[in-house]
Structures are given as structure tokens and as C-alpha cells.
T-cell receptor, first 115, second 113 residues
Framework: DTGVSQDPRHKITKRGQNVTFRCDPI?????LYWYRQTLGQGPEFLTY????????KSRLLSDRFSAERPKGSFSTLEIQRTEQGDSAMYLC?????????????FGPGTRLTVT | SQQGEEDPQALSIQEGENATMNCSYK?????LQWYRQNSGRGLVHLIL?????REKHSGRLRVTLDTSKKSSSLLITASRAADTASYFC?????????????FGQGTELSVKP
């Protein structure tokens, strides 16, 4: 069990550019979640997958955001035409609720800075 | 949107003292979880309490849940400097459980040696 990994750990981009983040969940976990966290706040839910199906999307996920989990393993989160308000920590988590355990395991996050 | 509110927002204590953090939420839940976050890092799960449970222990942690008041508390006994972190409560309100978590704003705990 190597835990949840995220890449890159830090990303600095200019406003208007597109960025893509990757998350690799714990291998036997079928659910994968994306959250966004700004300084001094708790994480806010963005979207989650069960295997390759995207089950829920937050209203926070504007049409500039898209997430995929094509083979039910790793996931990508893309932000198009970035804005300064997108600057935040993007957290990925995974879980395996079918075993009766509901805790989520978080990755280290990707810190995005939009200049 | 964030469901929970946590109190206090910041807490500073001496090593060896107990720390109590409170969380309130707004809707019906399946379970409530507590997470810890060290500065600038990912969250670590601490403990989960189900909606039909009232109290749960894990090592130096004690969690209570009062569904009638829609509130929970986390007690850390005999605190250590290494307990310095932000603590978040999170509620799972999904019908089938295992869905999104709704986090509170967190309590920043500082334990001075």
C-alpha cells in the first residue's frame, strides 16, 4: 500500500493557461474524490467517481473544470482558462466503501498558483 | 458548500493538557469523521463515528456524537507537541454512505512544549 499519490505537487501557471493534475489512488479502492481547499478553510467537494463512472459533481465545478477516470484507476482533473480564483490546494482521496469502511485516504495535494 | 462549523477556530494549550474541539452540522448524517492536517499537507483520517453511536475511543482520542443537537466533539487527552495541526470534522450524508464528505472550517491546535 503506497498511499494516494498526486502529481505535480506544485504548479504555477499564468492566467488563461490550462492545467492538468493527476491522482493515483490506492490500488484496490474503487472510489476516487477530488476536493479543493483554500487557505484557512476546510476542503470543499468537487466530484467523485466509482470506478470509471462520475457519480456526483459539485456546483463549484464550472464548465472550465473537467475530471476523468478513464479506466477506473488514476484520475485527471483539468482546469481550462485558469483564473486567479482557481489558486488553491487540490486534494485527491480514495476509498473502498463496499468493505464497510467509509474513511477516505488523502493524497498530499497539488498546490496551484495562478499569476 | 461547507456544512460544519467548528469551535474554537484556534486553540493553544500546553503539552500534557487536554484539547477539546466541537463541530456542528446541519443535516442528517450517516457518519461523522475527524481528520488531521499538518501544515500544507494532505489529511489523515483519525476516527469515524456512526449516526447510531454516541461515543467512540481510539487511543488518546475520544469522540462524542449528539444527533439531536447535530453536534460532535473531539477530545485529545494528554496532548503532545506532535498533535499540533488543524483538525476537521466531516459528515457523510450520502444515502448509501461512502459519498462526498462535507468538511467544517477546522480548528487549528497548537500544543506548546
Amino acid at each position: 500500500d503506497t498511499g494516494v499519490s498526486q502529481d505535480p505537487r506544485h504548479k504555477i501557471t499564468k492566467r488563461g493557461q490550462n492545467v492538468t493534475f493527476r491522482c493515483d489512488p490506492i490500488s484496490e479502492h474503487n472510489r476516487l474524490y477530488w476536493y479543493r481547499q483554500t487557505l484557512g478553510q476546510g476542503p470543499e467537494f468537487l466530484t467523485y467517481f466509482q470506478n470509471e463512472a462520475q457519480l456526483e459533481k459539485s456546483r463549484l465545478l464550472s464548465d472550465r473544470f473537467s475530471a476523468e477516470r478513464p479506466k477506473g484507476s488514476f484520475s485527471t482533473l483539468e482546469i481550462q482558462r485558469t483564473e486567479q480564483g482557481d489558486s488553491a490546494m487540490y486534494l485527491c482521496a480514495s476509498s473502498r466503501p463496499g468493505t464497510g469502511t467509509y474513511e477516505q485516504y488523502f493524497g498530499p495535494g497539488t498546490r496551484l498558483t495562478v499569476t | 458548500s461547507q456544512q460544519g462549523e467548528e469551535d474554537p477556530q484556534a486553540l493553544s494549550i500546553q503539552e500534557g493538557e487536554n484539547a477539546t474541539m466541537n463541530c456542528s452540522y446541519k443535516t442528517s448524517i450517516n457518519n461523522l469523521q475527524w481528520y488531521r492536517q499538518n501544515s500544507g499537507r494532505g489529511l489523515v483520517h483519525l476516527i469515524l463515528i456512526r449516526s447510531n453511536e454516541r461515543e467512540k475511543h481510539s487511543g488518546r482520542l475520544r469522540v462524542t456524537l449528539d444527533t439531536s443537537k447535530k453536534s460532535s466533539s473531539l477530545l485529545i487527552t494528554a496532548s503532545r507537541a506532535a498533535d499540533t495541526a488543524s483538525y476537521f470534522c466531516a459528515t457523510d450524508e450520502d444515502y448509501n454512505q461512502g459519498g462526498k464528505l462535507i468538511f467544517g472550517q477546522g480548528t487549528e491546535l497548537s500544543v506548546k512544549p
